[in-house]
């Protein structure tokens, strides 16, 4: 599945690859200038009960919401009939990602909007859908989701709100709902809140239970705002992390509320709002973890702290074998949630809008088996990464200054909410792999098994494979200078722009890194083992060091000579001017980074010898003075790029 199979589906035709790149890209800019300021000062000063019941948020909360409303943020991936975008889901949860990597606390009141308008939209009536979704779509009006109660949380037929019909048509709610999201807040003019509750002749359990609009404030006839609903806030809860988002104990008396749908269907209703929400927090995980990410690669660039192996003078602790694994920990996981979210959301895209029936229902099917596995894999991942982002930063980590520590505080809420994760392990088994007996998942591992097979990099190249081989092979057959493992593949030149880092810490970059990515495969192919270099000393390097010449096979039929293994294989080729000329320097010889290792190329220029092998730290020698070499020294500093709307553009784009 790519984006461009969904741009052709009916009703996103103009949601081209083109388009889509340049929003993301504008989205970048506008969540890395106008929201992720805010998130130092909401985690710092939260959101406040006033003593007259209303609730205050942080400072430039209302500012940066206001903003996000006029951009028209909100809409772009709702339906055009209410003043909607009419973009795909798939791009709406990246637009997601991008605001959670910005402020967690401040995207959650934009999600809670968007969940209870596909309720509305899948259950609500002609009626209800004119009065409340355009302003909602606009993101003028708020929305949430009312279900938990002091004794009622994943038993959620426990609850005990009532809902009595009244001779109007409307009904009284009367109860107390806790841990509502952005209950109440000062961003927007209304608030439509979807309120479980059941009726007086209801049956017990999760099969009595209906679903009413309780909003805010009641409506004029003329459209317009009016008075005070019979809802009220009474507490705003303090939490271990988010605290920008209030989240409020709400108390409804004899409240006046709109049944959705029909009585004693509000699971059914409910469960529209949760799946999306629950895909939408697994990629909160994905968020704050590119935002840990990004921040403790910043850390490790710049922290000195003694001396990496084989340097001469104080290294940056990037430099360090522990450090760097736990960066490219962070790395490939983040990259691997990412593709699986946007996977899912494609098939979420499939599943609304193709022609056909049958592949609307197996694409179903599919968000159905990934959309507990997105939850629990992003959101246990998102606290362990973020966990490794503190432990960068050492002790500085544990000091709330430094900003690492609310990361790992925001994201350890996704784990429990919108159904914790051994909530969604049972999904998982009770109901999801027992489709139609097991046939929807063994379908969807065969084609998985399909893509291994047809990779260019089939799974005999994993790491396990690599080391047992290595182990099987013969004294005679290994190199003798000591390296343990082949050269890895030479980096494709760098063309990116430099990425756009705003006061906030979070950065995008702007071009190159989305054409760098658009393939996983051939991006996958840029790190290979790490290798060690032969150190003796006024050696030259022996064979066992230099890059392997190419392969002179031809390709296997069907397959292009431009798939990514060719092109590997084309840039791990040697320069014959490197190898007749060992002192010369050459712009693939000193590729500043490669194999997840510092290379840099040594020149003394006071002796004139020059090209003397590659050292796996940063070249630091008093000796090396020439011009390229302090460039590619400089250049190494930015090998590795953290861009979430790039990424996210280049995995649409695959």
């Given amino acids: 599945m790519d984006y461009d199979a969904v741009a052709q589906l009916p009703g996103f035709e103009h949601a081209d690859l083109e388009t889509v790149t340049e929003i993301l890209d504008e989205a970048g800019n506008f969540m890395a200038e106008v929201v992720a300021p805010t998130n130092r000062a909401g985690d710092l000063e939260g959101s406040k009960l006033n003593s007259d019941g209303s609730v205050t948020t942080a400072t430039g909360f209302k500012e940066a919401y206001s903003a996000y409303v006029d951009a028209g943020w909100g809409s772009v991936p709702l339906p055009e009939a209410f003043g909607g975008g009419g973009f795909p889901r798939t791009i709406g949860l990246a637009l997601q990602e991008l605001m959670a990597t910005a402020n967690m606390a401040f995207a959650l009141a934009p999600l809670l909007t968007q969940g209870a308008i596909e309720a509305l939209l899948h259950y609500g009536s002609d009626e209800q859908k004119q009065q409340w979704l355009p302003k909602m779509v606009t993101g003028e009006w708020a929305g949430t989701m009312n279900l938990t109660e002091p004794h009622a949380g994943t038993d959620v037929g426990a609850l005990t709100t009532k809902a009595v019909k009244r001779d109007d048509g409307t009904y009284a709610i009367s109860g107390q709902k806790i841990f509502i999201t952005f209950g109440d807040h000062d961003l927007s003019e209304q608030i439509v809140h979807l309120v479980l509750a059941r009726t ?6 999760t099969k009595g239970i209906s679903i009413f609009i309780v909003p805010k404030f009641l409506m004029n006839d003329d459209g317009s705002v009016g008075e005070r609903n019979g809802v009220h806030t009474v507490g705003v809860e303090h939490k271990m992390g988010i605290h920008g988002s209030p989240t409020c104990v709400l108390s409804y008396e004899d409240a006046t509320g709109y049944l959705v749908g029909e009585e004693n269907i509000g699971m059914r209703i409910m469960f529209v709002m949760m799946n999306s929400a629950r895909l939408s927090v697994g990629m909160q995980g994905l968020a704050v973890s590119e935002r840990a990410y990004q921040q403790s690669l910043d850390y490790a660039r710049e922290r000195i702290q003694g001396r990496a192996i084989g340097a001469t003078q104080d290294s940056p602790i990037i430099d360090f074998p522990d450090v760097r694994r736990m960066l490219m920990t962070q790395k490939a996981y983040i990259a691997a949630m990412r593709r699986m979210m946007l996977l899912t959301a494609t098939y979420t895209d499939v599943s609304t809008h193709h022609p056909d029936a049958a592949v609307r229902a197996r694409a179903n099917e599919i968000v159905g088996l990934l959309t507990p596995i997105n939850k629990s894999f992003g959101t246990d991942l998102g606290n362990e990464l973020t966990s490794l982002a503190l432990q960068i930063h050492g002790g500085m980590g544990f000091i709330e200054e430094t900003g690492a520590a609310q990361h790992y505080r925001d994201v350890r809420i996704a784990a429990i909410y919108e ?9 998982l088994v009770g109901r999801k792999l027992p489709v139609r007996d097991g046939a929807s998942a063994l379908e969807f591992i065969a084609s998985m098994r399909e893509l291994d097979a047809s990779s260019p990099l089939p799974v005999r190249n994993s790491p396990r494979s690599a080391r047992s081989s290595a182990l099987s092979s ?17 980096r494709t030149p760098c063309s990116r722009a430099p990425r756009r880092t705003s006061a906030s810490g979070v950065s995008w970059s702007a071009d190159g890194s989305w054409r760098s990515l658009r393939s996983p495969l051939a991006a996958s192919t840029t790190t290979g083992p790490p290798r060690r270099s032969c150190r003796s000393p006024g050696s030259t390097p022996s064979s066992c060091c230099r890059r392997p010449q190419a392969s002179s096979a031809q390709p296997p039929p069907g397959r292009a000579t431009s798939s990514p293994s060719a092109a590997r294989r084309s840039a791990m080729q040697q320069p014959a001017e ?6 010369a320097q050459h712009d693939r010889c000193a ?3 490669e194999g997840g290792r510092f290379v840099v190329r040594r020149t003394d220029a006071s002796s004139g010898s020059g090209c003397r092998g590659i050292r796996s730290a940063r070249c630091r020698s008093a000796r090396c003075r020439s011009a390229r070499c302090r460039s590619t020294r400089r250049r190494s500093t930015q090998s590795i790029e953290s861009a979430n709307s790039s990424a996210t553009v280049a995995i649409l784009s695959t």
Avoid: H, I, K
């Fill in 419 to 427: 159904g914790t994760n051994g909530v969604q392990a049972a999904d």
């Fill in 474 to 490: 013969t004294p005679s057959s290994r190199p003798r200078c000591g390296c343990s493992a082949p050269a890895p593949p030479t």
């Fill in 200 to 205: 007086p002749d209801a049956p017990a359990g």
């Fill in 578 to 583: 490197c190898a007749s000329d060992p002192t």
């Fill in 591 to 593: 590729r500043p980074f």
